[in-house]
């Protein structure tokens, strides 16, 4: 399906949603929030971003099917995130509705699945 989405979106600004804690402070603190909400996920995309003058309000992609949405302060060390909002695939898919935001959506859980399949690739080849 990606492939169909080059002429739409980059696919190299794709991979820039993907969160990578280890290469970035602001990254592991989103990490944070997302393991005192939903803990024992792995792969992590961010579908929309919304910084606001106190707080930062996220909208992620967990490990290709369930999105949470909530809101982390900028200006405190403390990453436990507020008003928070869970939601399948399936739900998130009506909410936003037809279009380009449908078809980042879509994308996303595509590059989050090649993800964890990887990653299970990789602690196959380290079990042996």
């Known amino acids: 399906m990606i492939k ?3 002429s739409r979106y980059d696919i190299v600004a794709m991979e820039r949603r993907k969160i990578c804690p280890d290469f970035c402070e602001s990254d592991r603190r989103i ?5 005192a909400i939903h803990p024992g996920r792995s792969v992590f995309y961010v ?8 707080e930062d309000i996220y909208t992620i992609l967990l490990d290709g099917e369930t999105i949470v ?3 982390l302060p ?17 739900e998130f898919k009506k909410i936003i509705g037809q279009g380009k935001n449908l078809t980042l959506l879509s994308a996303l859980i595509e590059l989050s699945r090649k993800d964890l399949a990887d990653t299970g690739k990789e602690k196959a080849a380290d079990a042996n």
């Open 4 to 6: 169909k989405l080059t």
């Open 31 to 35: 990490v944070d929030a997302i393991s």
């Open 47 to 54: 579908i929309f971003h919304t910084p606001e003058q106190m």
């Open 69 to 71: 949405k909530f809101e």
């Open 74 to 90: 900028k200006y405190s060390s403390d990453t436990l995130p507020s008003e928070i909002q869970k939601y399948s695939v399936k």
